[in-house]
């Protein structure tokens, strides 16, 4: 009997040492499973949470394609009630209207698969500058777990991962030196969202310094064609995604919605009406193209640790300085500024104020109650912190400008040649 027992007893140590031993091999494969899974359910909780733009755009337009043929519902978005995104979005609701299910669950299935897509993106992009899988990990576990990645497409159920995902691969795509497939990517991203164009001062820094051909552009406006050829198959008509484009540019005329941008902090009434006319534009344009101007003048080399310096740099200055931004608009932002501290391996505070930044503007929409004015029932926005009430927004938008000092200040060390050959030996 004790023979029997001990046999028994060296089995099931033999196991335990074997389930350690498989434990400890695959680490990394199992905190990737057991969190992924954990961030899924933690988003399907939130699927009935019903946003003011659910409501009102994204559930009548999927069941707009419900109604109307699916994909075949395309050739007549001019009948689509409040229609005015562009069609690459519209091509996954065709897709999702297909499946049977409540309307509110498809559309942010759509936006979850895409948290998971953006979530793999950045990991890949954080090995490639650091070859080391566990950095790769938190990564993606960052990404996948920060609060305005969940907040936009769990609980908002919008669209921001979708372009964002495609810009983080073309711009892996561009550290592989793989540029007409990265414009290509680019070209689909600006199918999804016009916000798409806050990487391309990336691609001039890098034709400033030869390492881009200006004809690669030619493949923006093919990467744009994929998005809007379904529509054409279906028979819709030639100019109708130009015409969502312009639906886009000329619909909101504010100087500023609600976003950590410069314009938060200016009170300007009337003034606004001349600075809507293009001078805010100007302004913005000069901007940017005088920081490209200090980046070439002091010969910044267009090595890989410049070129994620430069592209987390336009992410978060070029929606700062432009008008009529919404605060999803810096979601290029959080994603690029995460990667940027991780690949540095410094200043990580930077992260998580950029991200606190972005969900503070994200409150006012997602946190709302009704309450009646004059025997009306309205919608009342909140904020995190109730006491700053409107100044909440100025709250980010003095975190954003923080931010950007910091980063102004880093530009110092790339104009040291010694430390561009550091960066080029480091690679």
Known sequence: MSKLFASFNDLCQKCFDGFINFFRKHILLIVFIVLSILALVMRILFFQYLSGDMASFLIPWTNFFKENGNF????????CPNANYLYGYYNLLAFVSIFKGEPINLVKSISVFFDFALAIGVSLVTYHFTK????????????????????????WGQCDQIYVCFVVYAFLLILKKKNIWATLVIGIALGFKIQTIFILPLLGFMWLNKKYRIWNL????????????????????????????????????????????????????????????GTAIIFAAAILLFVMFVLFYKKVECNEQNIMYVAALYALLTPFVLPHMHERYFFMADIFILLYVI???????????????????????????????????????????????????????LINLFILIVLFLNMKKLFNKENNELTKTTK
């Not at 080391?132 to 609980?155: C, Q, R």
């Open 132 to 155: 080391n899988k566990t950095t790769s990990l938190i990564s993606y576990l960052a990404t996948l777990y920060a609060p305005t990645v969940f907040a936009n497409s769990a609980v």
């Open 72 to 79: 075949l519902a395309l050739a007549k978005m001019n009948e």
């Open 343 to 397: 690949v540095r391996k410094k200043q990580y505070y930077l992260a998580p104020l950029m991200i606190f930044s972005s969900i503070n503007t994200y409150t006012h929409f997602l946190t709302f109650t009704a309450v009646q004015v004059d025997g009306k029932w309205v919608a009342e926005h909140q904020y995190i912190f109730k006491f700053l009430g409107q100044d909440s927004v100025r709250l980010s938008a």
């Open 218 to 277: 030619f493949m923006l406006p093919l990467g744009f064609l994929i998005t809007i050829l379904p529509s054409y198959l279906v028979g819709g008509a030639f100019t109708a995604p130009f015409e969502a484009i312009g639906l886009q540019l000329g619909q909101y005329a504010d100087m500023n919605y609600g976003s950590g941008s410069m314009y938060a902090f200016m009170e300007m009434g009337s003034l606004a009406e001349c600075f809507n006319k």
